[in-house]
């Protein structure tokens, strides 16, 4: 997929697996404008008809990969969980039942206050360690890890984005993300994918991605991780379409409420297979929580 330069027009790009819904509705239209008309315009209706439905098919075999193919199976080797806590206002006793309730093993949250920080106490007897800072607003993000952690370092972009090496049985590279969304910062966005890119490719060995994106996998700098060599966890697993923005229709303000309309939180792997993927609501967050479970390869 091309991802265009203007920034509304990347905004429209995240749309585009509800464009199978779009041409089903145009053909319908056109279809019945085919009834209606005579002559020229009958054969133009027909046309465009079938052009529409051929447009649905073509967006409907896109997607087929999310719901089609073999995938790992049987117990996780790792279990990883992001939530966004949309500036700090999330229900942080959701997000612990959730982590416990799926086994997880290391757990980004993006969004940190340090109001919000300071009632994570709840977490330290699953997750010994962690790194990362709460800041104000959207900035913080931090990880919460069973395993011990080092080479801990902060990447330059904007939201907060942290690198570190995971001491589990078999160790692994994680990076916690969180980047500029495009609509307000369309460079910014731009320059922290690029940013994000340079910073994972070169990594030895296993490596997860995972956080708020601020992108689908229709984006262009998604796809450019895609092609570096990470899978998308939602897609190995063949778990479906499993949108997590809006999350939530009882966050205050947040538009459109709850039509879980965009996938933008996302597990990216390397060396790693999905064994399956699920959405996660909580209260106060407009975006849901994803679980990924992964196997090694």
Do not use: C
């Amino acid at each position: 997929m091309l991802t265009p330069a203007p920034r509304r027009l990347v905004l429209a790009t995240s749309f585009v697996p509800l464009a199978v819904i779009g041409y089903l509705v145009a053909a319908l239209i056109l279809l019945v404008a085919w009834r209606l008309t005579t002559g020229g315009l009958r054969t133009v209706a027909a046309g465009l008809a079938a052009a529409s439905l051929l447009g649905s098919l073509g967006h409907a075999a896109l997607m087929l990969p999310l719901y089609v193919g073999s995938h790992a199976s049987g117990p996780p080797d790792l279990v990883v969980m992001t939530s966004n806590l949309r500036l700090g206002h999330a229900d942080m006793g959701a997000v612990g039942r959730v982590a416990l309730a799926q086994h997880v093993d290391v757990l980004v949250l993006e969004e940190v206050t340090p109001a919000e920080a300071a009632s994570m106490n709840g977490l330290h007897n699953r997750f010994r360690y962690r790194a990362g800072a709460p800041a104000s607003g959207a900035f913080g993000t931090m990880v919460f890890s069973r395993y011990p952690l080092s080479d801990v370092a902060r990447l330059p972009i904007t939201k907060g984005t942290w690198r570190m090496r995971v001491h589990a049985p078999t160790p692994f590279w994680f990076v916690g993300v969180h980047t500029a969304q495009p609509l307000s910062k369309a460079a910014a966005w731009r320059s922290d994918h690029a940013w994000l890119l340079r910073s994972v490719r070169d990594l030895p060995g296993p490596v997860v991605l995972a956080g708020d994106f601020n992108a689908t996998l229709d984006h262009r700098p998604m796809r450019r991780l895609l092609a570096d060599g990470f899978a998308d966890a939602d897609r190995q697993a063949n778990s479906g379409w499993q949108p997590t923005w809006p999350g939530a229709g009882d966050a205050d303000g947040a538009l459109p409420f709850g039509l879980h309309l965009l996938t933008l939180d996302h597990v990216l792997t390397r060396k790693y297979s999905a064994i399956s993927t699920s959405t996660y609501t909580i209260p106060q967050s407009d975006h849901r929580a994803l679980v990924a479970r992964l196997a090694l390869d």
